[in-house]
């Protein structure tokens, strides 16, 4: 079984991997084009940015309605209960944390990203609340509808959520910068929603709205942090 021996391997990972960009990141700081882009304003919730998270949580919502959605959850679980019975492990635990702890690495390494550290704290935890908020809101409203109860698991998957919450924060933070290693966390997001599958403790539905709502939930969290800082100003 996995244990917290797991972060002590991980953590320095992440500082090596980061670390390898803060050369090629030393010379953005001085191009003109890059400052423009950090410092002008952003518009988080626009509509193609929208659409992904979306309709993953509109496939999850769309359960009671669509009895396909239901049918490939069974189908899915049925799969798993019968080819990997005894597959077990809690990697998942911590893996949810990898995307957004690795922000904290590329401050420790001065990596050049579109925020402070003091600012990635309150984004960091402002989107841990509003991704909580909603997910306990949308797991009370399942709690009363019998086909979000067929499996004896719960409506969406908070780590999936949560990873997702995090791999998001490491795209709006790079995105600009380094556009293809933007998108590393989602390969660690994804991997954990298919642990959450394999290990039996969610369906597909629930894994897909957990995404939708992690991602939905740190793009909010930019969104209002940036109106609040040009009030500020």
């Known amino acids: 079984m996995i244990n917290k021996r797991l972060l002590i391997l991980l953590l320095p990972f992440l500082f090596t991997f980061y670390s390898t960009i803060v050369k090629a990141q030393n010379g953005?700081?001085?191009?003109?084009?890059?400052?423009?882009?950090?410092?002008?304003?952003?518009?988080y919730l626009k509509p193609s940015g929208l659409i992904v998270p979306g309709a993953l949580l509109i496939y999850g919502g769309l359960k009671p309605v669509i009895n396909g959605i239901p049918k490939l959850d069974d189908r899915i679980m049925a799969h798993v209960q019968a080819n990997y019975p005894d597959f077990h492990t809690n990697a998942a635990d911590y893996l949810m944390w990898?995307?957004?702890?690795?922000?904290?690495?590329?401050?420790?390494?001065?990596?050049?990203?579109?925020?402070?550290?003091?600012?990635?704290?309150?984004?960091?935890?402002?989107?841990?609340?509003?991704?909580g908020a909603i997910?306990?809101?949308?797991?009370?409203?399942?709690?009363?509808?019998?086909?979000?109860?067929?499996?004896?698991?719960?409506?969406?998957?908070?780590?999936?959520?949560?990873?997702?919450?995090?791999?998001?924060?490491?795209?709006?933070?790079l995105k600009f910068s380094h556009p293809v290693l933007s998108y590393s966390g989602y390969v660690v997001a994804t991997g954990v929603g298919l642990l959450r599958i394999y290990t039996k403790a969610h369906l597909l539905s629930e894994v897909l709205a957990?995404?939708?709502?992690?991602?939905?939930?740190?793009?909010?969290?930019?969104?209002?942090?940036?109106?609040?800082?040009e009030k500020s100003y």
């Open 28 to 43: 953005l700081k001085t191009d003109p084009s890059y400052s423009s882009k950090v410092n002008n304003g952003r518009p």
């Open 98 to 131: 990898v995307p957004s702890a690795s922000i904290y690495a590329m401050d420790a390494f001065h990596v050049k990203t579109q925020h402070t550290f003091k600012e990635h704290i309150i984004l960091d935890a402002g989107s841990i609340l509003v991704t």
């Open 135 to 173: 997910g306990y809101g949308m797991r009370k409203i399942s709690q009363h509808i019998e086909v979000y109860n067929t499996h004896n698991t719960e409506f969406p998957s908070g780590h999936t959520a949560n990873v997702f919450r995090g791999a998001e924060i490491v795209h709006q933070e």
């Open 210 to 229: 957990g995404a939708g709502l992690g991602i939905l939930s740190t793009k909010l969290t930019y969104w209002v942090f940036g109106k609040v800082k």
